[in-house]
């Protein structure tokens, strides 16, 4: 069973960068795609980006060019990178490995910008 760790939300003025963490564990786990979804207040999950065991990376329109995504030196974890925060980009930021032809999903980390 993969178990997902988010970690490095928290509370930013607009403008700021912050850089998310999501460590799937175990290491050995066999995992094709890495995503990032988020959750503001009182809307649905949306999808943010992801990054395939190959690096090959999609974003998805709405945040291209403040956002990045990147997998880290050590297997299996992954960061976003967001730039030039806004006040709407205030949510929860979920990490999904697709295993085995089943996405998991972590708890979360909650990201809020002030203006």
């Known amino acids: 069973q993969v178990q997902l760790v988010e970690s490095g939300g928290g509370l930013v003025q607009a403008g700021e960068s912050l850089r998310l963490s999501c460590a799937a564990s175990?290491?050995?786990?066999?995992?094709?795609?890495l995503a990032w979804h988020r959750q503001a207040p009182g809307k649905d999950r949306v999808y943010v980006a992801a990054i395939t065991t190959d690096d090959l990376t999609n974003i998805d329109d709405s945040v291209k060019g403040r956002f990045t995504i990147s997998r880290g030196n050590a297997k299996n974890t992954m960061y976003l990178q967001i730039d030039s925060l806004k006040p709407e980009d205030s949510a929860v930021y979920y990490c999904g490995a697709l295993s085995r032809d089943r996405w998991v999903w972590g708890q979360g980390t909650q990201v809020i910008v002030s203006s």
């Open positions: 175990p290491s050995s786990a066999s995992i094709n795609t």
